[in-house]
């Protein structure tokens, strides 16, 4: 059973554009987390977001954390190839001591 | 640069061999975290130690274990090796559970 689903699992855009990629669950989070994993290295955190509502920025990147801290979204605005990656949530439940993590999206952005 | 370090970053093996993976955690970390990342694939939690101890156990063969030093270095060790075991090995460490330092991974190629 996967916890957190994420979508869309692989997404390819033109550099300019703009995109969402979600991140969805029937479970209630403590916090949630944003990887970005390069081909053949570690995945490298991005934000963690904890209160319900909360949004963080990072450059054009935009993170939101649902009202009912079951979701988030990460939104891309004027999208360049360095941006591409595979994106991982990975989100906390107090009640385990390790992540739940998503599948990833696999983002491509063409020059 | 995330701080934590793993050896060796290439490791190329046969089918029945048995390896041994390094990683050191980044300075003031209790927690170390192996996970393992088959080609365009999502991660996949396999063990968990905090200070010396295992502390969750995710989906994790019985041909694999891992311990974790006095000097919180850790290793993850394979053994009985198949050609499906062929991937990328991370180790992660953090000092609370919901945010994560990756390594630069491991390439393990069983042939």
């Known amino acids: 059973t996967q916890l957190l689903e994420q979508s869309p699992q692989f997404l390819s855009i033109q550099e300019g554009e703009n995109l969402t990629v979600y991140c969805n669950s029937s479970?209630?989070?403590?916090?949630l987390q944003w990887y970005r994993q390069e081909p053949g290295e570690g995945p490298v955190l991005l934000v963690t977001v904890v209160t319900g509502g909360e949004v963080k920025k990072l450059k054009r990147l935009t993170f939101q954390f649902g009202d009912a801290r079951k979701d988030s979204s990460l939104h891309i605005t004027a999208a360049q190839p360095g941006d591409t990656g595979l994106y991982l949530c990975?989100?906390?439940?107090?009640?385990?001591?390790?992540?739940?993590w998503g599948a990833g999206t696999k983002l491509i952005i063409k020059p | 640069d995330s701080g934590v370090t793993q050896t060796p970053k290439h490791l190329i093996t046969a089918t029945g061999q048995r390896v041994t993976l390094r990683c050191s955690p980044r300075s003031g970390d209790l927690s170390v975290y192996w996970y393992q990342q088959s080609l365009d694939q999502g991660l996949q939690f396999l063990i968990q130690?905090?200070?010396?101890?295992?502390?969750a156990k995710g989906n994790i063969l019985e041909r694999f274990s891992a311990q974790q030093f006095p000097d919180l270095h850790s290793e993850l060790n394979l053994s009985s090796l198949e050609l499906g075991d062929s991937a990328l090995y991370f180790c992660?460490?953090?000092?609370?559970?919901?945010?994560?330092?990756f390594g630069p991974g491991t390439r393990l190629t069983v042939l």
């Open positions: 479970s209630v989070f403590s916090s």
């Open positions: 130690y905090y200070n010396g101890e295992e502390r």
């Open positions: 990975a989100g906390d439940m107090d009640s385990n001591y390790q992540l739940i």
């Open positions: 992660a460490s953090s000092y609370s559970y919901n945010e994560q330092f």
